[in-house]
Structure formats: structure tokens, C-alpha cells
């Protein structure tokens, strides 16, 4: 397999937007759209006015503290060109979002997720956190907040069209809307998938296909005879209730992800997994956590059979997944085995999985994978770069 060479498309990108980084960002040609969770500027005060001038001294008190730092973190939505620069037009408190665009950019949602990290931990260790939930019609340019309870957190939006989607949040719980999230109907989950005195479970991987159907993955320990095992329960969108779709065993599920393809053709779903048992903290502090890789694979159809592809080299640290078109897969790890920084790396299939390939990328902030083009993004420093598989 011959490896695409990188090009250079900007050595500027998001670079007058401080805090440095940029973002989780979107391209389309020469335009460019990015949602970026940012941390409070922190200036520094010249050596003349430290106390000491051997250390760097902020500017304001509340620089110095956590909590206070935490509490000014931001959300943005940024609109512009490669060339011509990005302006923000979403501004809003936050530690984390979630977010989703249509095909055409013209319609956007935004969920913010804040905590007051200076208020004292209640005795359940749940501090609270406030949710919103934002839209855009015309393309991000004016935002239009909608209901939302405030207490029900959003961790993941996933849409068909503009009108009809899901919000996944702590549960986990599922929500669903048809009328652009002006309202929505809650869901019930796979009662296995939840665990009483821990409100604020998540699905271990979640993935709305083409044909809307919703799919959810989360993990069982063993019972009697009955063996660890992860589920994969699916909803369709004319229903209201999950069933079960398939079952990997020994095995966590670390993302779901199914092609893109017309609403009514046949397509393939496909697990990255962690092989063995999940990380115990309580039980086996010294467990690091790193467990070999694997991907599964199966068709959207009734009853249908899994086939394990493939096994990752042991040394490597999953970090992400994308399912591009034509049978081209890529999965996203680091090496920190050797000396010095850890490398990142892209894993590349081009036959549905069957055969692999590892580019090292040496150490990167990401961007994304356009599947419809099956375009790679990477940024270094300012830098941004593109190859195609």
C-alpha cells in the first residue's frame, strides 16, 4: 500500500484566536467551520513587576487559581475560509460540548455542558452541571436557544436531517426529536445498559445509520455461565423500543461507527474494541489500562453473524475511529512504548478491514476525516495539512 504524501494547505490556521488550537474543525474546499472548547487567556506579568523575577507571575489572581481558570472556559462556533480567517459567532460558558451540522452547513446544533468547579462537592460526588442546547438555521451566523432541562446532560447529537435526531446524554439515557428539537420524546434504554447508584453511566459507543437506525453499545460483566461480554442493541426510528443486535464477548467497545451510504442500501457497522476485561481502578490500581485493539465487523440485517478482522499490534493505544467510503478504514493510535514522546499513528485499511497499514504522524492536534471524500486533516503547530486514502 502507498502511503498518500501530506499537503500543505495553511501555515496560519486559527491562528489569531488565543488560547491557541484548532478546535474540532470541519472543511469543505476553502471553507471551514469548528466548534473549540477553550481555556481563559492567562497573561504574565513583566519581570519588573514580579515578586520574584525568576518565576512567571499571572497577571490577575484568579490566573493562578483551578477552579477559577475552569469556570472561565469557553465555547465557540467559528465560520470563515482556509485563506481568509475564521469569525466566531457562537460564544457561550462551558467545559464541554457537542455538536452536529448538516450536509450543507446550513443547520447546526450546539449542546454546552458547565459546572461551577468553585462550589463545594455534595455529598454523592455528583456536582451539578448545567446543560443548553443551541440551533442555527442560517449556517451558524444567528443561534436560537431551545428547551431543554438543564439537569440532563448531552454528551452526543446525532441527526438524520435537520429536523429529526437523537441526543444522548447521562444514564445513560436517549432522546428523540422530529420537529428540529423544539421537542422531544425520551426513549427508554436496555435496562442492562444502565446500573443503579451510577447516574451518570454512559453507552460505551453510540452510531445513528443512514437508515436511522440507532445503535448502542455497552458492556455486561459475567454472570454464573453467562461470559463478559459487550452488547450491541439497535433502534429503529419508527419504533420505541431497543433490541438486540449483536454480541462480542470478551471484549470492550471503545467506538461505533457504521458506513455512510443512500438511506436504503445495505451497509456495514464496525466495533473497535479493547480486548480482555476494562480497567478495574479500585481493585488493580497498577492496571494501566492498555489492552490489545481489534476490529469487528457486520452487516445491517436481521440476525446477522460478526467477524473479527483483525487484530492491532499490542504496543498501541487506540484513540480514535473513521469509516470513509470504498472498504477504507482508518483507526487512529499512539505508540508510547519507545523513547521520547509518544508517536501517533493512522492504521489504514482499503479492503473493509482485511489488510492494515501504519503511517507514523509523529505528534499531532487531529482535526477529522471527511468520509465523503475519504480526505484526511492533520494540524501541526499553525500548520494544516490534508492527504487522501
Same mark, same amino acid.
Given at each position: 500500500?502507498?502511503?498518500?504524501?501530506?499537503?500543505?494547505?495553511?501555515?496560519?490556521?486559527?491562528?489569531?484566536?488565543?488560547?491557541?488550537?484548532?478546535?474540532?474543525?470541519?472543511?469543505?474546499?476553502?471553507?471551514?467551520?469548528?466548534?473549540?472548547?477553550?481555556?481563559?487567556?492567562?497573561?504574565?506579568?513583566?519581570?519588573?513587576?514580579?515578586?520574584?523575577?525568576?518565576?512567571?507571575?499571572?497577571?490577575?489572581a484568579w490566573m493562578s487559581?483551578?477552579?477559577?481558570?475552569?469556570?472561565?472556559?469557553?465555547?465557540?462556533?467559528?465560520?470563515?475560509?482556509?485563506?481568509?480567517?475564521?469569525?466566531?459567532?457562537?460564544?457561550?460558558?462551558?467545559q464541554n460540548a457537542a455538536?452536529?451540522?448538516?450536509?450543507?452547513?446550513?443547520?447546526?446544533?450546539?449542546?454546552?455542558?458547565?459546572?461551577?468547579?468553585?462550589?463545594?462537592?455534595?455529598?454523592?460526588?455528583?456536582?451539578?452541571?448545567?446543560?443548553?442546547?443551541?440551533?442555527?438555521?442560517?449556517?451558524?451566523?444567528?443561534?436560537?436557544?431551545?428547551?431543554?432541562?438543564?439537569?440532563?446532560?448531552?454528551?452526543?447529537?446525532?441527526?438524520?436531517?435537520?429536523?429529526?435526531?437523537?441526543?444522548?446524554?447521562?444514564?445513560?439515557?436517549?432522546?428523540?426529536?422530529?420537529?428540529?428539537?423544539?421537542?422531544?420524546?425520551?426513549?427508554?434504554?436496555?435496562?442492562? *445498559?444502565? @446500573?443503579?447508584?451510577?447516574?451518570?453511566?454512559?453507552?460505551?459507543?453510540? $452510531?445513528?445509520? %443512514?437508515? +436511522?437506525?440507532?445503535? #448502542?453499545?455497552?458492556?455486561?460483566?459475567?454472570?454464573?455461565?453467562?461470559?463478559?461480554?459487550?452488547?450491541?442493541?439497535?433502534?429503529?426510528?419508527?419504533?420505541?423500543?431497543f433490541e438486540r443486535e449483536?454480541?462480542?464477548?470478551?471484549?470492550?467497545?471503545?467506538?461505533?461507527?457504521?458506513?455512510?451510504?443512500?438511506?436504503?442500501?445495505?451497509?456495514?457497522?464496525?466495533?473497535?474494541?479493547?480486548?480482555?476485561?476494562?480497567?478495574?481502578?479500585?481493585?488493580?490500581?497498577?492496571?494501566?489500562?492498555?489492552?490489545?485493539?481489534?476490529?469487528?465487523?457486520?452487516?445491517?440485517?436481521?440476525?446477522? *453473524?460478526? @467477524?473479527?478482522?483483525?487484530?492491532?499490534?499490542?504496543?498501541?493505544?487506540? $484513540?480514535?475511529? %473513521?469509516? +470513509?467510503?470504498?472498504? #477504507?478504514?482508518?483507526?487512529?493510535?499512539?505508540?508510547?512504548?519507545?523513547?521520547?514522546?509518544?508517536?501517533?499513528?493512522?492504521?489504514?485499511?482499503?479492503?473493509?478491514?482485511?489488510?492494515?497499514?501504519?503511517?507514523?504522524?509523529?505528534?499531532?492536534?487531529?482535526?477529522?476525516?471527511?468520509?465523503?471524500?475519504?480526505?484526511?486533516?492533520?494540524?501541526?503547530?499553525?500548520?494544516?495539512?490534508?492527504?487522501?486514502?
Open positions: 500500500m502507498t502511503t498518500p504524501a501530506w499537503q500543505t494547505i495553511s501555515t496560519t490556521f486559527m491562528k489569531n484566536d488565543k488560547p491557541y488550537g484548532g478546535g474540532d474543525s470541519r472543511i469543505n474546499g476553502n471553507e471551514v467551520i469548528s466548534l473549540k472548547v477553550s481555556d481563559p487567556v492567562i497573561t504574565f506579568k513583566p519581570v519588573n513587576q514580579r515578586k520574584d523575577p525568576e518565576y512567571a507571575e499571572p497577571t490577575e487559581n483551578t477552579a477559577e481558570t475552569l469556570n472561565r472556559n469557553t465555547v465557540s462556533f467559528f465560520r470563515g475560509t482556509i485563506d481568509g480567517g475564521l469569525k466566531r459567532s457562537f460564544l457561550q460558558s462551558g455538536w452536529w451540522y448538516s450536509k450543507d452547513w446550513s443547520t447546526q446544533y450546539i449542546s454546552t455542558e458547565w459546572m461551577d468547579y468553585k462550589a463545594p462537592e455534595p455529598a454523592n460526588r455528583l456536582s451539578p452541571q448545567i446543560t443548553k442546547l443551541w440551533r442555527s438555521r442560517d449556517g451558524g451566523r444567528n443561534w436560537t436557544q431551545l428547551r431543554w432541562p438543564e439537569d440532563q446532560n448531552i454528551g452526543q447529537l446525532l441527526f438524520l436531517d435537520s429536523e429529526r435526531g437523537y441526543a444522548v446524554g447521562w444514564g445513560p439515557r436517549v432522546w428523540r426529536t422530529v420537529n428540529g428539537g423544539n421537542t422531544w420524546k425520551e426513549i427508554g434504554v436496555p435496562l442492562l *445498559a444502565t @446500573e443503579p447508584g451510577n447516574p451518570r453511566k454512559t453507552f460505551n459507543g453510540v $452510531d445513528l445509520g %443512514s437508515d +436511522g437506525t440507532l445503535r #448502542v453499545a455497552y458492556y455486561l460483566d459475567a454472570i454464573g455461565k453467562t461470559p463478559a461480554e459487550s452488547v450491541v442493541d439497535r433502534l429503529k426510528w419508527d419504533s420505541d423500543a449483536v454480541v462480542l464477548p470478551d471484549q470492550v467497545i471503545a467506538y461505533l461507527q457504521s458506513e455512510q451510504v443512500e438511506p436504503d442500501a445495505r451497509y456495514s457497522v464496525y466495533a473497535l474494541s479493547r480486548l480482555g476485561l476494562p480497567r478495574d481502578f479500585i481493585n488493580h490500581p497498577e492496571d494501566n489500562g492498555h489492552r490489545t485493539g481489534a476490529i469487528s465487523t457486520w452487516p445491517n440485517q436481521k440476525q446477522p *453473524a460478526v @467477524e473479527q478482522k483483525h487484530t492491532f499490534d499490542e504496543r498501541l493505544m487506540l $484513540d480514535g475511529f %473513521s469509516v +470513509g467510503r470504498r472498504g #477504507v478504514l482508518l483507526v487512529y493510535a499512539t505508540d508510547a512504548t519507545g523513547n521520547g514522546a509518544p508517536r501517533d499513528f493512522t492504521l489504514v485499511s482499503r479492503d473493509y478491514g482485511k489488510s492494515w497499514d501504519e503511517t507514523d504522524d509523529g505528534i499531532t492536534q487531529g482535526v477529522y476525516f471527511d468520509p465523503a471524500t475519504n480526505t484526511q486533516y492533520g494540524l501541526y503547530g499553525y500548520t494544516l495539512k490534508k492527504r487522501s486514502w
